[in-house]
């Protein structure tokens, strides 16, 4: 080479400069770039020594043919372009070879992380942009949209999740569970933490969401943090009705709606003791029976004439009264809840007629409202829940609600059975898929209470002379049917003791299904309407 040099003719430096970039070339690109594909491709110590090796031997190879292009080279200008195209195609090569090498791992399953991100020694190539997807809301309806998200696409979100509850999402539904003694916390967990980690879902627990910016597209926490996201669905759900009485505050009282409320009644019941439950409704007599289950002396203190009001007729509701009563639990129909009495801890409930309940506890069962403050931040259309389309799109673009949280047509939900669907209208929108609008299906309700098996379906009693009643009832046995008809279809259904054919009831609702031909069996139930 110094004689190349000592020859001073053109050819001959161009010759030597092409040798030294190429040299340097190959152990730059296969050099130090191994170290990082290697990482990115998590190889196995063979597979890096395989990588270390070609980068050696490339190098070697590439050496030896510039050498003979040296050596062979005459002081003559032409030499140049030879030179220069095989240097060129030396290039090409090497270039082909790499697309080669990553064509033949990305066959493979390690190249799944490394798609994520390929990052080279000074750049960072991502093939697929993430669309950035936060929810706010770590409840039943928000997870499930998440869990068919991530079955339609799971590499199409960055997703972040935040929760106001220090806890994973868990089903509420199985907190009753969990008070009667029945489940252990975490038997009702649908996503541990861990979950979160695996499919690459970002976690923020104990942190509330104050604040929405939509023409921003940031939401901010009540720590000040702020968030920014392409797509946002708000799972704010709901909060719970509590009457405006005195005595709200005192140790002693609270609602039933998460796991800080179901710590503290398992803390005072304990001890025994009375239990006061204001509302007579679905949640309120599962954990009046949870407490009893626990030990406590219990009263269910409604404000209507008859339980369930809302789920079963006058009938219905006195048969169950009459039965809750037989198993050791008080009712206290019309009674109005004035105040809650105590000092350090809560004594009493106070009626409005006078009459004061001694209580250790106190527990609000009235029902819920959405939670539509987070949604009044972003200016977004609310009534009594954030008011979404049939595709559960807000008033904002890129702004989605499901849950508890929302209004559909008017109608808001507080039990679990709609939610399922939202969240999959909401999935395959987000995910870019053909989606169907969502139809909110018949409202019905299952419930257990001490052996007792109720269940209704749609309306509850005849809405005009157009609307036809069949009631089936044995009072001594503890057998109740009714059955609301209207223009040849059924309607609406209360089932008491025998609910097995409450499912088939349902699809007769959601069907539309004209069952005159069943009419005169329909009430004895499936078997016999379909043999008839």
């Not at 991530?150 to 199409?156: F, K, N």
């Not at 929760?163 to 969990?178: D, F, K, M, Q, T």
């Not at 209208?425 to 995910?431: G, N, Q």
């Not at 609702?509 to 009419?519: A, M, Q, V, W, Y």
Request: proline share 4%.
């Amino acid at each position: 080479m110094k004689k190349g040099f000592a020859v001073g003719h053109l050819p001959h430096a161009f010759a030597l400069f092409f040798y030294f970039q190429m040299s340097f070339m190959v152990r730059v690109v296969l050099g130090s770039l191994r170290f990082q594909i290697a990482t990115d491709l998590a190889l196995s110590s063979a597979q890096k020594g395989l990588m270390a090796a070609a980068s050696v031997l490339s190098n070697a190879i590439l050496r030896l043919v510039d050498g003979v292009i040296v050596d062979r080279l005459r002081p003559k200008l032409t030499g140049i372009i030879p030179f220069g195209l095989l240097s060129t195609a030396a290039l090409i090569a090497l270039t082909g070879s790499k697309s080669r090498w990553r064509r033949g791992w990305g066959a493979s399953a390690k190249l799944g992380a490394a798609r994520k991100t390929w990052r080279g020694a000074n750049m960072r190539m991502v093939p697929r942009h993430k669309q950035r997807l936060v929810l706010v809301g770590n409840g039943m309806a928000g997870m499930r949209m998440i869990d068919e998200i991530l079955a339609r696409d799971s590499e199409r979100f960055e997703i972040e999740v935040i929760g106001a509850e220090p806890h994973p999402s868990y089903n509420r539904i199985l907190l009753s569970a969990v008070l009667a003694g029945d489940k252990e916390l975490n038997e009702i967990l649908l996503h541990p933490r861990a979950w979160y980690a695996t499919n690459n879902i970002e976690l923020t627990t104990g942190e509330t969401v104050v604040k929405l910016d939509a023409s921003a597209k940031m939401v901010t926490t009540a720590s000040g943090r702020a968030i920014s996201f392409d797509k946002l669905v708000l799972a704010t759900g709901s909060r719970p009705l509590v009457p405006p009485v005195p005595g709200l505050d005192l140790p002693g009282v609270c609602a039933f709606r998460n796991i800080a409320d179901l710590e503290l009644m398992r803390d005072v019941s304990r001890h025994g003791g009375r239990a006061s439950v204001v509302g007579g409704g679905l949640l309120g007599l599962e954990s009046a029976f949870g407490l009893m289950k626990r030990g406590m002396t219990v009263t269910v203190l409604h404000l209507m004439q008859t339980l369930m009001e809302r789920q079963l007729d006058e009938a219905a509701g006195l048969l169950l009264q009459r039965d809750l009563e037989r198993r050791g639990m008080t009712v206290l129909a019309k009674a109005h809840t004035e105040a809650v009495v105590g000092g350090a801890h809560v004594r009493a409930v106070q009626l409005a007629d006078g009459r004061e309940l001694p209580a250790d506890l106190v527990v609000f069962a009235v029902g819920v409202r959405p939670n539509i403050d987070l949604a009044r931040t972003g200016n977004l259309d609310v009534n009594r829940g954030i008011i979404v389309n049939d595709f559960m799109a807000t008033s904002e673009p890129d702004i989605f609600a499901v849950g508890e949280c929302i209004e559909h047509h008017g109608q808001t939900f507080g039990l679990v059975g709609p939610l399922w669907e939202q969240a999959r209208v909401c999935a395959a929108v987000l995910c870019g898929d053909t989606a169907e609008p969502y139809v909110a299906p018949a409202p019905h309700t299952s419930l257990k209470v001490t052996d007792v098996d109720v269940f209704s379906a749609g309306v509850l009693a005849a809405r005009d002379d157009g609307d036809e009643e069949i009631t089936l009832s044995d009072i001594g046995s503890g057998q109740y049917k009714k059955l609301v008809l209207c223009d040849g279809r059924l309607v609406g259904a209360i089932l008491y003791g025998e609910i097995a054919d409450g499912p088939w009831f349902v699809e007769l609702i959601e069907s539309k299904r004209d069952i005159t031909p069943l009419r005169d069996g329909l009430i004895f139930g499936r078997a016999l309407a379909m043999a008839a």
